[in-house]
Nanobody, 120 residues
Framework: QVQLVESGGGLVQPGGSLRLSCAAS????????MTWYRQAPGKEREFVAT????????NYADSVKGGFTISRDNAKNTVFLQMNSLKSEDTAVYSC?????????????WGKGTLVTVSS
């Protein structure tokens, strides 16, 4: 069964850190660019960060640049999002996405998300 399962969310104080994980099963993430999105209460889903299949190629939303770091461990079939200097506006459900490219462009998987709450 194909799955993406996020973990690591929770309640954290402003200025704190969290590390989210997205573990894949039923498929290999190695050929997929992997992306984190988030959806805050009452708002639309927005892009957070993406990492290409090749290590080192990343892109971030302006709102998280300098504070968040996306990484991947293809051997563990897992993607991570290290979030530092968290702010209240980072409160959201964070979901990971795998979307194929090229010959694989018709394939896309989503996780159900993990809730991050930044509050004092």
């Amino acid at each position: 069964q194909v799955q993406l399962v996020e973990s690591g969310g929770g309640l954290v104080q402003p200025g704190g850190s969290l590390r989210l994980s997205c573990a894949a099963s039923g498929f290999t993430i190695g050929i997929y660019p992997m992306t984190w999105y988030r959806q805050a209460p009452g708002k639309e889903r927005e892009f957070v960060a993406t990492i290409a299949t090749s290590v080192g190629s990343t892109n971030y939303a302006d709102s998280v640049k300098g504070g968040f770091t996306i990484s991947r461990d293809n051997a563990k079939n897992t993607v991570f999002l290290q979030m530092n200097s968290l702010k209240s506006e980072d409160t959201a459900v964070y979901s990971c996405n795998a979307k194929g490219v090229g010959w694989n462009s018709g394939t896309e998987y989503w996780g159900k998300g993990t809730l991050v709450t930044v509050s004092s």
